[in-house]
């Protein structure tokens, strides 16, 4: 008699809990489960920056073409001529296709990368390249759909660095986060993720 | 005529040495040093190079000076979690019998505070200083902005 009482009790809880899973599961039906991990799609990203020749840029104008983004700041030494020599490297590899890329450098350095020092500066790697800055709450928006982190860092003279999350973006044309091209990662595997999302 | 002949043998070797010089003192050698041009004077700038260590003893860079920039330092460029940092190198190991890299990527030197702005095509002269093998005086070459490695023949 008490046994059946338990088996009871159990299985109504077991039934409740799978109804409350099914109902969770109904409602949420159409909505993505973020990653916590990785870049929001650009459809579902909130943020407002001025590119380098003063245009304002949502994300919706990096929608309807392939696009590459990544994070850095002019004054980098290392990582971020690095990374966009890397970018210009495979971006001459893709060749013409290269063209149907939307490819963006987001500053984490905007008190010093206004869009004037952008437009300098990325000049000199690959004109297909835009740079976009805003106001240091407009770039934490913006990192926060990204899900990277950047901070600044003082150095001895007064001076500052700024750590930041280096791997390079990739969507598909419409806003969907394709994959991640980490720093330093070898061309052969970051050509072929090119082409996946321009496919 | 003896002291003609080592004249002579700097000038034939001069064509090759102004593509890839090497700086030697004691048992470290200093080879492929190299910075990018800059855009004017704001930006801290970069240097690269490669340490040779042919001796029996380990050595360390533990700095550098130059008249190129009033605060030139050691960095390395690491990568944790897929976030970038460039933490102040204190020293730069050089073992015994080996080569060390500072290349893109990974070890530094960061020229902060230059003095005038760095021309693609020109030198600027640096001195390393060693813990074991002391002072080396080493002139590094400005390639462009886009360079990767350095200008040698037998550059990697």
């Known amino acids: 008699m008490r046994r059946r009482q338990i088996i009871l009790s159990l299985a109504g809880v077991a039934g409740a809990s799978a109804f409350m899973l099914g109902l969770g599961a109904w409602k949420t039906r159409n ?18 920056l001025t590119n380098h020749v003063g245009q304002e840029v949502t994300p919706a104008d990096l929608r309807g073409r392939p696009a590459m983004v990544f994070f850095g700041f002019t004054y980098c030494p290392d ?9 210009a490297d495979w971006l001459e590899a893709l060749g013409s296709d290269a063209d149907r890329l939307t490819v963006a450098l987001i500053t984490v350095d905007p008190e010093r990368d206004t869009p004037d020092v952008l437009a300098d500066y990325i000049s000199n790697f690959d004109p297909r390249i835009i740079g976009l800055t805003g106001s240091m709450g407009e770039t934490a928006c913006a ?56 496919a | 005529m ?21 700086f030697t003192s004691g048992d470290i050698s200093v080879q492929q040093a190299w910075s990018r041009a800059s855009i004017g004077t704001g930006r801290p700038a970069v240097l690269y190079l490669e340490i040779t260590n042919s001796g029996a003893m380990d050595d360390a860079l533990l700095g550098l000076t130059t008249p190129a920039a009033s605060m030139p330092m050691l960095h390395e460029t690491t990568v944790t979690d897929g976030v970038a940092a460039m933490p102040h190198a204190a020293s730069i190991p050089v073992p015994a019998g080996q080569t060390v ?12 505070g230059l003095t005038a702005p760095l021309v693609e095509g020109e030198k600027f ?23 990767q490695e350095a200008a040698c023949d037998d550059a990697k």
């Open chain 1, 31 to 48: 909505r993505a489960v973020p990653n916590p991990l990785l870049p929001l799609p650009l459809t579902s990203m909130d943020w407002r």
């Open chain 1, 79 to 87: 990582v971020c001529p690095t990374t966009l020599l890397d970018i």
């Open chain 1, 143 to 198: 990192a926060a759909d990204f899900r990277i982190s950047f901070d600044k860092m003082p150095t001895v003279d007064g001076d500052y660095t700024i750590n930041h999350t280096a791997g390079v973006f990739l969507f598909y044309a419409n806003g969907r986060f394709a994959s991640i091209i980490d720093f330093h990662e070898d061309r052969r595997f970051a050509v072929p993720k090119l082409r996946r999302i321009l």
């Open chain 2, 2 to 22: 003896k002291n003609l002949l080592p004249a002579m043998a700097f000038l034939l070797a001069a064509p090759m040495a102004q593509a890839c010089e090497t």
């Open chain 2, 101 to 112: 890299a500072l290349s893109p990527g990974g070890f530094h030197g960061m020229l902060m």
């Open chain 2, 125 to 147: 002269p640096i001195t390393l200083t060693f813990e074991k093998a002391g002072a080396l005086d080493v002139s590094v070459d400005i390639l462009s902005m886009r360079a």
